[in-house]
């Protein structure tokens, strides 16, 4: 099957509560996820005497139940050897704790990617009630209203720390998700030795603070997460823990090192299916991104608030939580806009940030012709 100008081996997921051999000693199976995505794709990796988990699904019960009929049914009567995650979003974290409870097995990560996830664990995110989040959102042009509604939504999804500690204390299976205690660490470079296969850490940034892939030059295949995805685009946001970021320009960044990777690479992404044509989707990514940057330029002829620019990225009216995500993405537009001098901000009287146009008829004679229509909705991913 080929679209959008990739091509993908597999035209459909793998039914729940089973696996696909889409390498040599590599596994596909999904998770249920809620919302327009549906799934979330995680791997095994099969070693001589055991199984490597890539990534572990939603903190749900619907979850862990599936992830036990795999362990009943598709490991061929080897243990499970390890857990590695991509990176600390809620989807491929949620099951880490079981996982490595239950087999008692090392627990994979980069640190940035880890302490955030324990932070994350803890019950803090950026929708936290602090008055540094406040003010965040409320420099963007943002209602407080919206920040304390998603915030409630946030502090409905996540397990306290003391739920999270009891759980443990009993010996039981939780429904909700416990992480890991400690840790391995991933480093750009790393290699891991699995079933014979060599496979190399590969660091990329901006969806997150250290999102590790593994590439596999034998076997020609990168496990991405949620890096490089054939047909959504990652959310790559600003968040309240650190309002000066500039993720867009870490995202461009490690998608150039990526470029590097050979055009036959096989890519298991986290969401979507599996594809070849890697450089070309980086390409479209950096285009697609390129675009938007230089539709808000175009836009900010007169003063804007990020809040009024979100009509350029999205189409649909967005709801508490999409509103904050679509933010974030707002703004990390405008940062790099800053870093690149093609936008200048001034905080007004009433504490919001405006951003202004250096030169947009600059803009203009980049992208003479019209501009990629705005996304539906912000990706949840």
């Known amino acids: 099957m080929s679209t ?28 249920p996820m809620a919302g327009s995505l549906t799934h979330i794709n995680l791997y095994l990796l099969e070693d001589y005497d055991g199984w490597f988990v890539l990534d572990t699904g939603l903190a749900t019960q619907q979850t862990r139940e599936l992830w036990f009929e795999i362990f009943d049914n598709h ?32 627990f994979y990560m980069t640190r940035a990617e880890y302490y955030q996830a324990r932070s994350m664990f803890s019950g803090y995110s950026s929708y936290s009630s602090n008055w540094q989040s406040q003010e965040f959102y409320e420099r963007s042009g943002i209602d407080t209203s919206f920040f304390e509604r998603a915030g ?9 720390a003391q739920e999270q500690q009891n759980a443990r204390k009993k010996n039981s299976e939780p429904n909700y998700a416990v992480f890991p205690v400690g ?18 850490v590969m660091i990329g940034s901006g969806h997150s603070p250290e999102h590790a892939c593994l590439f596999c030059k034998s076997l020609k295949v990168l496990i991405s997460g949620d890096q490089i995805l054939p047909i959504i685009t990652s959310n790559v946001s600003v968040h309240a823990t650190e309002p000066e970021a500039n993720p867009l320009k870490a995202w461009m960044d490690s998608h150039d090192r990526f470029l590097d990777l050979p055009e036959d690479t096989f890519v298991l992404p986290a969401h979507n299916l599996p594809f070849y044509g890697v450089r070309q989707r980086l390409r479209a990514l950096i285009n697609h991104h390129e675009d938007r940057m230089l539709a ?38 405008c ?19 405006r ?26 991913v």
Request: net charge negative; glycine share 6%.
């Open 4 to 31: 959008n100008g990739l091509d993908y081996p597999h035209a459909e997921h793998p039914p729940s509560a089973t696996t696909v051999e889409v390498a040599e000693s590599v596994r596909w199976l999904t998770m």
């Open 75 to 106: 490991l061929e009567g080897k243990p499970i050897k390890g857990v590695i995650c991509t990176h600390m979003h809620p989807d491929h974290v949620g099951q880490a704790g079981m996982i490595t409870d239950k087999f008692r097995v090392p």
């Open 152 to 160: 409630q939504e946030w502090r409905r999804r996540m397990p306290s």
């Open 183 to 200: 840790f391995r660490r991933l480093q750009e470079g790393d290699v891991l030795t699995i079933g014979g296969h060599d496979w190399l």
């Open 296 to 333: 808000i330029e175009e836009h900010c002829t007169t003063p804007q608030t990020a809040r009024a620019l979100l009509p350029v990225l999205f189409k649909r009216e967005l709801d508490a939580r999409q509103m904050m995500m679509a933010l974030g993405e707002a703004i990390a537009h």
């Open 335 to 353: 940062h790099l806009l800053l870093h690149r001098n093609r936008l200048e901000r001034k905080l007004d009287d009433d504490g919001v940030y």
């Open 355 to 380: 951003y202004l146009s250096i030169d947009p008829d600059l803009a203009r004679r980049q992208h003479p012709n019209q501009h990629d229509a705005p996304d539906d909705l912000p990706v949840m």
